[in-house]
């Protein structure tokens, strides 16, 4: 594994042979490895849909169907690649579709547990101020940039990866992420700027 | 502020300032509970099987159901063919007249002699 593709601080990367192991026990009928796989991959999985979705119960709902259909279509997942971009590419998947089928209505307001629990109220009240914003930043940019920008920023995949999930080319994915990072880095430099 | 992010927009890394406050944005907690949700909706769902397996669970009904309607078209055709009474020797028979040579040749026990066999194909 390339060493762009490991996340800071965020979810370890898989090694391969482990994920066709579970994979195959899974097929073969194992459901405990089958939960291992989704207890792996269910904050990534519910991050990308959220970038998508906005809405965290919408979210959580497109995570869930992708999971499911994952589990239907796993005789078509091939072993000898990994595992992480098959899975959130069914992920974007699940997430665009339920974004085109739903009414057009406005992004609910951050709940305030996202911001973090247990931190002291004028912390607690930056960090809203500054997710409020970075939401709104992320509204402004289109879905295939924000998926672009937090699998390569959050989730630590590579730009190839990406290009895999997207369909798209890799040089796409590169100027996709250079986009949505120039807006999201004006907005936190401003917002440091004013701390 | 730049070299705090990680250098230009087109930086080949991972930005740890953008990327912690989007995971911070959009984490929403509780993995475990959405987990068990997860586990819970697919212990109803099947397991997959290979494309293979899932093309021979069609067939195999598919055959079951070709075999069954070759017996009934079989049967009907029967029906139609040979009247009350009649065996299928003599229906057989009825079928090749008027000409004398093909019921010659139906109603023979023995092996059926080359000329006449050429008969039933010269003759009209």
């Known amino acids: 594994m390339a060493l762009e593709s490991q996340p800071p601080g965020g979810v370890p990367r898989i090694g391969l042979g482990d994920e066709a192991e579970l994979v195959a026990r899974t097929l073969a009928g194992d459901r405990a490895a089958f939960g291992t796989l989704v207890e792996r991959y269910a904050g990534q999985a519910r991050r990308v849909a959220r970038a998508v979705l906005g809405d965290p119960d919408d979210a959580d709902d497109a995570a869930q169907d992708a999971f499911l259909s994952a589990l239907l279509k796993l005789a078509q997942y091939d072993p000898r690649r990994p595992f992480g971009p098959w899975l959130m590419r069914i992920v974007a998947n699940s997430a665009t579709d339920r974004r085109r089928r739903r009414a057009v209505r406005r992004t609910d307001p951050l709940e305030p547990g996202l911001v973090g629990g247990g931190t002291r109220p004028d912390i607690a009240a930056e960090r809203a101020a500054l997710g409020e914003r970075l939401r709104s930043a992320l509204d402004e940019l289109t879905p295939r940039r924000r998926l672009a920008v937090v699998l390569f920023d959050v989730e630590g995949y590579s730009h190839a990866e990406i290009a895999q999930v997207l369909r798209i080319p890799e040089g796409t994915v590169r100027s996709e992420v250079f986009h949505a990072r120039r807006r999201l880095r004006a907005l936190l430099a401003d917002w440091k700027e004013a701390e | ?124």
Do not use: Y
């Not at chain 2, 990680?6 to 984490?27: S, Y």
């Not at chain 2, 079951?64 to 009649?86: C, F, N, S």
């Open chain 2, 1 to 124: 502020m730049k070299e705090k992010m990680g250098g230009t927009p087109f930086d080949h890394r991972p930005d740890p300032l953008v990327g912690e406050a989007l995971r911070r944005m959009l984490t929403t907690g509780d993995d475990g509970g959405f987990a068990a949700r997860v586990l819970a909706a697919a212990a109803a769902a099947p397991v997959a099987r290979s494309p293979f397996d899932i093309l021979a669970g069609w067939a195999r009904p598919g055959i079951a159901a070709a075999i069954v309607a070759a017996i009934l078209g079989g049967w009907a055709v029967g029906r139609t063919l040979i009247a009350p009474g009649e065996t299928l020797d003599d229906a057989i028979v009825t079928a090749l007249v008027p000409s004398p040579v093909t019921a010659a040749l139906a109603s023979n026990e023995g092996p059926p002699d080359g000329s006449v066999a050429f008969a039933t194909v010269v003759e009209p």
